[in-house]
Nanobody
Framework: QVQLVESGGGLVQAGGSLRLSCAAS????????MGWFRQAPGKEREYVAA????????KYADSVKGRFTISRANAKNAVYLQMNSLTPEDTAVYYC??????????????????WGQGTQVTVSS
């Protein structure tokens, strides 16, 4: 059974930083592209960032480019999202997701087979 468990969310002031973690189990982690998505109140879930199985390729949504960094530690079955220069517009529930085995990086939610429960990030002004 595949499980993805996010952690690291919380309340932070604008301009601050947070590091989200996602612990994966039940899958050959190093074979899967991973992604981060978020859903703000009253809005649809949106793509944030993705990373290839080996960690060599990353892509970001324009809204977070230059501020967020996705990384992974395959030996630890974990993926991370370092978030800097946070703004209130970054307030959302953040989800990690595992894509299709040996698949490529994707911004499309339908390309992700497994999802975590999410972790709340709140940025105060």
């Amino acid at each position: 059974q595949v499980q993805l468990v996010e952690s690291g969310g919380g309340l932070v002031q604008a301009g601050g930083s947070l590091r989200l973690s996602c612990a994966a189990s039940g899958l050959t982690f190093s074979s899967y592209p991973m992604g981060w998505f978020r859903q703000a109140p009253g809005k649809e879930r949106e793509y944030v960032a993705a990373i290839s199985p080996g960690g060599y390729n990353t892509k970001y949504a324009d809204s977070v480019k230059g501020r967020f960094t996705i990384s992974r530690a395959n030996a630890k079955n974990a993926v991370y999202l370092q978030m800097n220069s946070l703004t209130p517009e970054d307030t959302a529930v953040y989800y990690c997701a595992a894509g299709q085995k040996w698949g490529g990086i994707s911004y499309r939610q339908r390309d992700y087979d497994y999802w975590g429960q999410g972790t709340q990030v709140t940025v105060s002004s």
